[in-house]
């Protein structure tokens, strides 16, 4: 096997665009120091670790990390089993560009480059560099201001010389302060940077409309990801099914969740709780096994009493904790089960426990902004990961990318397009024609329209 050094590369890269694309694809699971692991291991020295292997061996490990385990090689298995199994999101989008941008970022966070990690101490860890305080900006503004103030005094007192060189006899007063600040100048400037200032921040504020990168707020019930998508490799489309299909991958309804959770009704204390919560929303009945008729009139307090006993019973049964539980302790947990039920089913509108389960959304583009899943699920063959970030790894699910304009424009200018498909693409026949001549190496969705206004903007 050829090995490798880190330096040559680096120097090929862009470490901005390095810091951009470690911010979109890998913060998520990797530390930001580069030294300590998390999900994912620390990437400080991750050349090293491959210098054994051919440099394409460690770009396709990065890129497509599933692929390279499936085709046996050692180094990607042994990373494979060293975490539990877990394989690293696919990035097909990203280029030998991209990648080499992204190992040089790492290298300058490593070396500690000031600006990009802040300077190194030899003896310590990379010292944070901290930004300009806000108080210096404060009182430098207030340092101006009074310095604006006496020198409109002084240019005060030279007009009143001046007055009084050319005509001695003449009474002029001194403008105060107070004068001086409530001046048509001073007024119109103030109004100026108001408008500017409140323009500036209006704009602003547009622009970053919907960008909650990081965003995992708490659901009425506690999902786990991880444990559906990632312990038990339900596919993504089983749940969100108008994803193939539609505009919208849509939240799955209750009755997708019963057509498992009929079945697997209890869990840990956290999970028996937590289906609980399914079975209230839709009336269904855990102890008989059956749905519950004219379940919207049954009183409040018969519902209640229902669900509590299911607590007590599945919490007694099937939770060893609670094996050797006395009544009046397993009483109290299933009131304080009970009150976190009623506090996410319910809400100002909704009175009752019964009806829909209203999950808080988490990705939401403007309204002036199309997207179509299907669009990128069934024809382009995006996985799920590329937006979403490694969701199956997820307790509470986050927003892992930024969604701005400038994010959607760079993939569509690095992703390619597959040609070779039957069926798609014939109209573009100076492309095929270019691609068979070997005149062009790839077709991206740039080529094809996907940088037009009206495809996201009609």
Same mark, same amino acid.
């Given at each position: =096997?050829?090995?490798? $050094?880190? $330096? ?35 990437? @400080? ?22 692929? /390279? ?19 690293? $999101? ?9 990648? %080499? ?9 490593? %070396? @500690? ?19 300009? &305080? ?11 201001? =009074? ?26 007063? *001194? ?20 408008? +500017? ?13 919907? *960008? ?30 108008? %994803? *193939?299909?539609?505009? !919208? ?11 498992? !959770?009929?079945? +697997? ?5 956290? @999970? ?8 209230? &929303? ?23 009493? /229902?669900?509590?006993?299911? =607590? ?42 019964? @009806? ?5 959304? +988490? ?14 699920? &069934? ?32 993939? !569509? ?46």
């Amino acid at each position: =096997m050829v090995g490798f $050094t880190s $330096t040559s590369f680096a120097q090929e890269g862009n470490p901005d665009e390095g810091k951009t694309l470690f911010r979109n694809y890998c913060a998520t699971c990797h530390s930001k120091d580069m030294k300590k692991n998390l999900t994912g291991p620390a990437l @400080g020295g991750v050349q090293e670790r491959w210098s054994d292997w051919p440099l394409e061996d460690l770009y396709a490990w990065i890129r497509n990390s599933p692929a /390279l385990i499936a085709s046996g090689h050692p180094k990607a298995n042994e990373v494979y089993e060293q975490y539990n199994k877990v394989a690293m $999101t696919a990035f097909p989008n990203l280029t030998d560009e991209n990648i %080499a941008s992204l190992l040089s970022y790492i290298d300058l966070v490593v %070396a @500690g480059v000031p600006g990009d990690g802040g300077p190194k101490d030899p003896d310590g860890p990379v010292v944070e560099k901290k930004g300009v &305080s806000k108080w210096i900006y404060a009182g430098l503004l207030g340092f101006l201001a =009074m310095l604006a103030l006496v020198l409109a005094r002084v240019i005060g007192n030279l007009n009143v010389i001046a007055a009084k060189k050319e005509n001695p006899d003449a009474l002029i007063e *001194r403008k105060s302060i107070l004068d001086i600040l409530t001046s048509k100048g001073l007024i119109g400037f103030v109004l100026f940077a108001l408008i +500017i200032l409140g323009g500036y921040t209006t704009v602003n504020n547009a622009v970053s409309l919907g *960008r909650q990168q990081g965003y995992a707020p708490e659901q009425p019930i506690k999902f786990s990801h991880a444990t559906h998508a990632g312990l038990n490799k339900i596919d993504c489309q089983y749940c969100h099914d108008g %994803a *193939r299909r539609s505009k !919208h991958s849509v939240i799955p309804a209750t009755n997708t969740c019963m057509n498992c !959770h009929r079945a +697997i009704n209890y869990g840990s204390e956290h @999970g028996t709780a937590e289906i609980t919560k399914i079975y209230a &929303s839709v009336g269904f009945d855990p102890i008989n096994n059956k749905y519950i008729e004219n379940y919207d009139d049954m009183p409040e307090s018969e519902v209640e009493a /229902l669900y509590k006993s299911w =607590m007590v019973k599945a919490n007694k049964e099937f939770n060893e904790k609670f094996a050797d539980a006395d009544e009046d302790d397993l009483n109290d947990l299933a009131n304080d089960q009970w009150k976190e039920l009623v506090d996410k089913l319910t809400n100002r509108e909704k009175k009752t426990v019964k @009806g829909p389960i209203e999950w808080v959304r +988490i990705h939401n583009l403007p309204d002036h902004v199309y997207f179509n899943h299907a669009q990128h699920v &069934s024809v382009g063959k995006v996985e799920c990961q590329t937006c979403h970030g490694a969701v199956e790894e997820m307790e509470v699910v986050q927003q892992m990318s930024p969604l701005s304009m400038g994010w959607c424009i760079n993939c !569509h200018r690095q992703t390619e397009v597959n040609f070779e498909e039957e069926g798609y693409y014939s109209a573009y026949e100076d492309y095929h024609k270019e691609l068979k001549a070997g005149d062009r190496l790839k077709v991206t969705v740039e080529d094809i329209g996907g940088l037009e206004c009206q495809k996201c903007h009609y």
